[in-house]
């Protein structure tokens, strides 16, 4: 139910549906995930990063999470945070693909 909603960008019903969902398995990764996009898309950032971080935590090589919580990072000008999240996704996942290199190049540069 949380998808279709969010597929149809209602958001706050979205997260609703998630928060539900969450009661009663709060320890699935994408479950997590999905409450992390809903809670950026109702601008709430403190609670998107909260579920970002448990998402990794419940599956490292998530790297999709790691990518959100660089960008709500450097949204916010905390590079240091860019910075460290950017190292840990190089090092937990081994695919290449994930975005957090241009992150972390934008938070390497205003850094400096």
């Known amino acids: 139910m949380g998808i279709a909603l969010y597929k149809q960008k209602y958001f706050s019903q979205a997260l609703k549906a998630f928060q539900k969902s969450s009661e009663l398995k709060a320890d699935d990764a994408?479950?997590?995930?999905?409450?992390?996009?809903?809670?950026?898309?109702?601008?709430?950032?403190?609670?998107?990063?909260e579920h970002f971080k448990l998402c990794k935590d419940f599956d490292p090589t998530q790297y999709y999470a790691y990518n959100n919580l660089c960008f709500i990072y450097n949204m916010h000008q905390l590079y240091p945070e860019t910075l460290k999240t950017a190292l840990i996704v190089n090092m937990n996942c081994n695919n290449t693909n994930h975005l957090c290199f241009r992150h972390w190049a934008f938070a390497l540069y205003k850094s400096s």
């Open 30 to 49: 994408q479950l997590q995930y999905n409450l992390g996009l809903s809670y950026f898309q109702v601008a709430r950032y403190d609670s998107a990063v």
